[in-house]
């Protein structure tokens, strides 16, 4: 017995179950009394101060989508910071199976807390969860946007308008003007062309043919509905950008220095460490301080803050034989944000972009189309690592170079396995060669089986 006042209480939408386990001094059993109370926030308040009045020190409740976010604010406010409040994850406490009943699972939470074995959630800080709200609800709002245009897509494909296969960009500055034309009234293919503007004006006879379409009042119409929708979305995007601010830049010869600002700015210190690593821009840093927060202390490691996130790969062993594993579920928005950055990584010439070409081959190369999936996902793991460590300890990322996998390798067997493996595919015996600095590498003799180096 760890906790000698503790609490468990059973979270849904209209009610809660409360079960209070306290010491019983007129008997060695335990004293145990269950109460329920609707979920309007006076008598979250009235059922926190009733577990005060028990001396409750520790309070369990199950993680049950957004329902306990206000039982937890009563529970905070009534009982202050001498109350410990564990939000628990739901799969590590499931019961017995058997009877279930909204009392019974209190009490199962309540006496597996006394005992010690449940453990607390991580929940950001209060200013940290702000700037989550915020950048999840930017990633909400950027794939709303992105699911309007191609809504206004699909009205132009069903009025013949093919503007999108000439311009590569239908919403840039010129397919703006000509979308902004059509709701106007404009039919004339020759003058919606001629609203093109930069490189799009020498594909002129193009866009003559693909803004020749069937082009309806109707269609113009609804084309209308789409671009006001996206001007809205454009402007709410604005204002949660502003919102969450940015860590401020260094001056340069073209761009001025741009201060800290927003909510962003306490963390910016942070932000600019994390934005040290290949693939993470300032937006991505932003959403990462977001999730995870600054003090990895509630980490004890990286491997712990990857299997939180859910990035760690699958383990299922059993007897001696490994079996085919899925990660685990963990926080999807981390996943996706840094799967974005493992792709964006790699594109450059660094470790981590070495690392994901490396693996890319490794499940199959462009032959197996999940083999991109697959190396990001490693990747990302890769880099939650990183970031565990650029926040641990203070320091920017050091990269090791694009030929940290190669560097080690030595050239002559690298060599003789490459010959090896040209000699299996080609059923033929390969000889190396020197050739003079002015003769081309494949020039060889007219006479040899194979031209250039090889002979057969």
Same mark, same amino acid.
């Given at each position: 017995?760890?906790?000698?006042?503790?609490?468990?209480?059973?979270?849904?939408?209209?009610?809660?179950?409360?079960?209070?386990?306290?010491?019983?001094?007129?008997?060695?059993?335990?004293?145990?009394?269950?109460?329920?109370?609707?979920?309007?926030?006076?008598?979250?308040?009235?059922?926190?101060?009733?577990?005060?009045?028990?001396?409750?020190?520790?309070?369990?409740?199950?993680?049950?989508?957004?329902?306990?976010?206000?039982?937890?604010?009563?529970?905070?406010?009534?009982?202050?910071?001498?109350?410990?409040?564990?939000?628990?994850?739901?799969?590590?406490?499931?019961?017995?199976?058997?009877?279930?009943?909204?009392?019974?699972?209190?009490?199962?939470?309540?006496?597996?807390?006394?005992?010690?074995?449940?453990?607390?959630?991580?929940?950001?800080?209060?200013?940290?969860?702000?700037?989550?709200?915020?950048?999840?609800?930017?990633?909400?709002?950027?794939?709303?946007?992105?699911?309007?245009?191609?809504?206004?897509?699909?009205?132009?494909?069903?009025?013949?308008?093919?503007?999108?296969?000439?311009?590569?960009?239908?919403?840039?500055?010129?397919?703006?003007?000509?979308?902004?034309?059509?709701?106007?009234?404009?039919?004339?293919?020759?003058?919606?062309?001629?609203?093109?503007?930069?490189?799009?004006?020498?594909?002129?006879?193009?866009?003559?043919?693909?803004?020749?379409?069937?082009?309806?009042?109707?269609?113009?119409?609804?084309?209308?509905?789409?671009?006001?929708?996206?001007?809205?979305?454009?402007?709410?995007?604005?204002?949660?950008?502003?919102?969450?601010?940015?860590?401020?830049?260094?001056?340069?010869?073209?761009?001025? #220095?741009?201060?800290?600002? =927003?909510?962003? *700015?306490? $963390? &910016?210190?942070?932000?600019? /460490?994390?934005?040290? +690593?290949?693939?993470?821009?300032?937006?991505?840093?932003?959403?990462?301080?977001?999730?995870?927060?600054?003090?990895?202390?509630?980490?004890?490691?990286?491997?712990?803050?990857?299997?939180?996130?859910?990035?760690?790969?699958?383990?299922?062993?059993?007897?001696?034989?490994?079996?085919?594993?899925?990660?685990?579920?963990?926080?999807?928005?981390?996943?996706?944000?840094?799967?974005?950055?493992?792709?964006?990584?790699?594109?450059?010439?660094?470790?981590?972009?070495?690392?994901?070409?490396?693996?890319?081959?490794?499940?199959?190369?462009? #032959?197996?189309?999940?083999? =991109?999936?697959? *190396?990001? $996902? &490693?990747?990302?793991?890769? /880099?939650?690592?990183? +970031?565990?460590?650029?926040?641990?300890?203070?320091?920017?990322?050091?990269?090791?170079?694009?030929?940290?996998?190669?560097?080690?390798?030595?050239?002559?067997?690298?060599?003789?396995?490459?010959?090896?493996?040209?000699?299996?595919?080609?059923?033929?015996?390969?000889?190396?060669?020197?050739?003079?600095?002015?003769?081309?590498?494949?020039?060889?003799?007219?006479?040899?089986?194979?031209?250039?180096?090889?002979?057969?």
């Amino acid at each position: 017995m760890l906790y000698s006042h503790v609490a468990g209480i059973d979270v849904h939408k209209k009610q809660i179950t409360v079960s209070v386990r306290t010491p019983d001094p007129r008997r060695v059993a335990r004293r145990e009394t269950t109460r329920t109370f609707r979920t309007f926030y006076a008598e979250l308040l009235a059922m926190a101060s009733w577990l005060v009045e028990h001396g409750v020190t520790h309070v369990a409740m199950e993680s049950t989508g957004p329902y306990w976010w206000p039982v937890y604010s009563a529970l905070r406010e009534a009982g202050g910071p001498g109350l410990t409040i564990d939000v628990v994850n739901a799969a590590h406490v499931k019961a017995v199976p058997g009877r279930k009943t909204d009392v019974k699972d209190s009490q199962w939470l309540a006496r597996l807390l006394e005992v010690g074995l449940l453990r607390g959630s991580f929940l950001p800080p209060d200013d940290i969860r702000e700037i989550r709200d915020l950048t999840r609800y930017q990633t909400k709002l950027t794939e709303e946007r992105s699911r309007e245009k191609q809504r206004l897509l699909k009205v132009l494909e069903a009025a013949g308008v093919k503007l999108d296969v000439v311009a590569s960009d239908t919403f840039g500055v010129s397919g703006r003007a000509m979308l902004d034309a059509l709701v106007a009234g404009e039919r004339d293919p020759r003058v919606l062309a001629g609203l093109a503007r930069g490189v799009l004006r020498n594909k002129a006879d193009d866009l003559r043919l693909a803004l020749a379409g069937r082009f309806t009042a109707h269609h113009g119409q609804m084309i209308g509905f789409h671009l006001a929708r996206l001007d809205h979305l454009d402007q709410m995007i604005t204002q949660v950008k502003e919102k969450i601010g940015h860590a401020g830049t260094a001056g340069t010869t073209r761009r001025a #220095a741009v201060g800290e600002c =927003g909510l962003v *700015a306490p $963390f &910016a210190e942070q932000i600019r /460490l994390l934005s040290s +690593i290949p693939g993470i821009g300032e937006r991505v840093a932003a959403v990462i301080v977001s999730e995870i927060g600054v003090d990895m202390g509630r980490f004890p490691s990286a491997k712990h803050l990857a299997a939180w996130a859910g990035l760690a790969p699958g383990n299922n062993e059993s007897a001696g034989r490994r079996r085919k594993a899925r990660h685990r579920k963990g926080n999807t928005h981390v996943q996706s944000i840094l799967i974005e950055a493992a792709l964006a990584a790699s594109r450059t010439r660094t470790r981590i972009g070495a690392r994901f070409h490396r693996l890319h081959r490794r499940f199959g190369g462009r #032959a197996n189309k999940t083999a =991109g999936k697959k *190396a990001a $996902f &490693a990747v990302a793991h890769t /880099l939650i690592k990183v +970031i565990w460590t650029v926040l641990s300890t203070g320091q920017p990322y050091t990269d090791l170079g694009q030929d940290y996998y190669t560097r080690g390798v030595d050239q002559q067997t690298h060599t003789r396995r490459l010959i090896a493996q040209l000699e299996a595919l080609s059923g033929k015996k390969i000889i190396l060669t020197d050739h003079d600095d002015g003769d081309s590498p494949d020039s060889g003799d007219p006479g040899d089986g194979e031209s250039g180096e090889a002979a057969g």
